[in-house]
């Protein structure tokens, strides 16, 4: 199996990952045009981690999104359900706590993290709300939640250019640099599929979360949401 379905049978989407994880990191610098160091750099600004804090990073693949928490002397978990993509994490920077998990049944207590964030992950969880009231169950009062994800631009041009990129020019750019090509096809498909930023916002207040806001990167390619769980 190495192309998921967008009901998102959890043992299809892990073996999709597991097959990308070699590749991963440099086929979506290339996928991204190099955005996806960007987009990350605001996820670490928007997450805002201090030393000594805990935070739980969802969906981490290798751990490429953990270092820039790690490097603030927070103590962060690097949380993923695909083994593959622990397995190349561990062998890369063997010094982080890698965890396996599902985000709709994490392994950890109530009220243990300052921060949970994750990134181009949520859209591949089966149960997009369970994983948000996951979420605030594992943070502590007071703290926060950073998601950042495809969304939708708000301009309509660049909503057309960009629609025609996933569909037409993602697939052959993934064959050329991907292990797996089928999986990017499938996340183009997934990316479309995905609720635009209103519909995102009203989720995560449904979950229990307050002070919900998000901010648009690169036009709304990309959006970042946040929200904090009540003291």
């Keep these: 199996m190495t192309r998921a379905s967008l009901d998102k049978q959890p043992h299809e989407v ?4 597991d097959d990308v994880a070699e590749r991963y990191d440099l086929t979506n610098d290339v996928l991204s045009l190099g955005q996806d160091r960007r987009w990350r750099k605001e996820v670490a600004k928007a997450v805002d981690a201090r030393p000594a804090q805990k935070v739980l990073d969802l969906a981490a693949g290798t751990g490429t999104s953990s270092l820039p928490f790690a490097r603030t002397g927070a103590y962060v978990v690097p949380c993923d359900f695909s083994q593959g993509m622990l397995r190349v994490g561990k062998q890369r920077q063997p010094w ?3 965890t396996a998990g599902d985000a709709t049944r994490l392994p950890f207590k109530d009220d243990t993290f300052d921060a949970v964030t994750i990134s181009f992950g949520l859209r591949n969880v089966q149960d997009t709300d369970a994983a948000l009231r996951e979420m605030y169950r594992v943070t ?10 495809f969304s939708h ?20 750019v993934a064959r050329a640099v991907s292990s797996s090509p089928d999986a990017y096809v499938y996340l183009a498909e997934s990316i479309r599929a995905w609720p635009d930023q209103p519909a995102l916002a009203e989720r995560l207040g449904k979950a229990g979360w307050s002070r919900v806001a998000w901010r648009n990167l690169s036009g709304g ?8 769980k009540k003291s």
């Excluded at 892990?14 to 990952?17: D, E, L, R, V």
């Excluded at 708000?154 to 996933?166: D, F, G, I, K």
């Design 140 to 149: 502590r009062p007071g703290g926060r939640v950073v998601i950042c994800e």
């Design 96 to 98: 982080l706590p890698y």
């Design 14 to 17: 892990a073996s999709m990952f």
């Design 153 to 172: 631009p708000t301009w309509a041009p660049l909503r057309t250019v960009y629609t025609e990129y996933l569909m037409r020019a993602l697939p052959p």
């Design 221 to 228: 390619i990309v959006a970042l949401h946040r929200g904090f």
